[in-house]
């Protein structure tokens, strides 16, 4: 580990510090999210609607809004990446080392192993 993170770690967090990396987390999963919408807008651009039941104005009406749900569940359960590299990037803007990989692991809420969580893409 680190000496950086290693004092990060050790080094309790002012509230206001908490909160600012509380923010700068949820921006990045909604980035994500809204990353994740685009593409998925995009995937479903050329597909015709399967008839009787299919298709129509209120289909198109609501599309966006599912294609928003099902990118909120992909963040939710781990996402694809992004969030936690716009997080690492976000938090080094505002002069603030990243919490080691081990304490991110511990006091994250969501027990399911995720993409996330594993090492591939990190930054030594």
Known sequence: MSAVSSNAAATPMTP????????????????????LSTAISGMFEGVKPDAPFGGGEGEEAFRSFLNEAMAKQIVHRGGVGLAATVEREMLHLQGLAPVSHAVSALTNSNPTPSFQQSTYGRRP
């Not at 990396?21 to 980035?31: G, M």
């Open 16 to 35: 206001q510090e908490a909160l600012t990396r509380q923010r700068i987390k949820d921006t990045a999963k909604a980035f994500e999210a809204n990353f």
